[in-house]
């Protein structure tokens, strides 16, 4: 088995690789395949995967980065029977991460990691890529995927720079006229956010769905129709709060299923757990058991599961 230590050395705003270079000598000190791995560009991280699950043998990827480093692990591993991704979340948000609360902190333990075992989790396939947590489009998936434009900005960073992607959006406008098909339903008109829940964060810690969950076979959509700017306001929180039984049904819809559509009258943003595409049409699919990932062993987040 190889080991495939991927490092994003701009992620959180601190270079890690050193300190990983390091843990990693220690945990293989008697023997071991691994390789540590500085991403040099965007996409890099994807196709070095990519690579190495070509030469067929059983590889582990540990994405040390954030949600970016990690979806292009997945991208990288999805499908692919010979290959398992694990998440050590060292980027801004991990929001990935956040779905297992305290133990979170465990996934930060490298040797946790190597010692680790397995467990299949669900993706969400969308315009030709994958997510393993969660996808949107509307106007969260612009502030979402805009941030980082204010963040290079000078004296702009962190929770300014969300802000900022918040402001500029809501004065674009929250709304766009769509059309969205899910089961035996069809719904038309103006929409203000469409997302495709496998996990349960996103956004910095939005929590819109709090019982989604990664292994289950099925996603969680949740479908927030056009409402004004002052009644989005006053919704905004209950939704980022994963209280969505409490919105208003003439708003809110939600709808547990393996597919929905959203086709749109210009062409929309659509993010895919945070990485940036547009479309006029896209199709949310889940993809059951579509990646082996790594956590440490007894993680109760899975034992709970089973009760």
């Known amino acids: 088995m190889r080991h495939l230590f991927i490092v994003n050395p701009i992620a959180g705003g601190r270079d890690r690789t050193e300190e990983i270079s390091a843990a990693a000598a220690e945990i293989f000190q008697n ?113 979402g995927t805009q941030v980082h434009r204010y963040s290079e900005l000078p004296l702009v960073g962190g929770k300014l720079a969300y802000i900022s992607s918040v402001a500029v959006n809501f004065l674009r406008g929250i709304t766009g006229k769509m059309r969205v098909r899910f089961g035996s339903r069809v719904i038309d008109g103006r929409m203000t956010l469409v997302c495709a829940c496998n996990g349960s964060f996103y956004g910095g810690g939005f929590n819109p769905f709090p019982d989604a969950r990664p292994d289950d076979g099925v996603l969680d959509f949740l479908i927030i129709r056009g409402v004004s700017r002052v009644k989005f306001v006053g919704l905004i929180g209950k939704y980022a709060a994963g209280k969505w039984s409490e919105l208003p049904s003439d708003y809110c819809i939600h709808y547990r299923g393996s597919e929905l559509t959203v086709e749109s009258e210009n062409e929309e943003c659509i993010s895919v757990d945070g990485e940036e595409l547009y479309s006029r049409k896209v199709t949310f699919r889940v993809v059951p058991a579509g990646i082996r990932f790594i956590f440490p062993a007894g993680l109760e987040y899975f034992a709970e599961a089973k009760e």
Request: glycine share 14%; with cysteine; net charge negative.
């Open 31 to 143: 023997g071991g395949d691994y390789e540590v791995y500085v991403t040099k560009a965007p996409g890099d991280a994807a196709e070095k995967v990519r690579r190495e699950a070509e030469k067929g043998d059983e590889l582990r990827v540990y994405s040390i980065g954030g949600d970016g480093t990690l979806n292009e692990c997945v991208n990288g591993a999805a499908l692919r029977r010979n290959v398992a991704v694990a998440v050590y979340p060292s980027g801004t948000g991990n929001d990935f991460a956040r779905m297992f609360g305290g133990e979170k902190r465990r996934l930060l333990d490298l040797r946790e990691l190597v010692e680790g075992t397995e467990h299949s989790l669900d993706l969400i396939e969308c315009a030709g890529r994958y997510g393993v947590n969660i996808c949107c489009v509307g106007v969260d998936a612009r502030i």
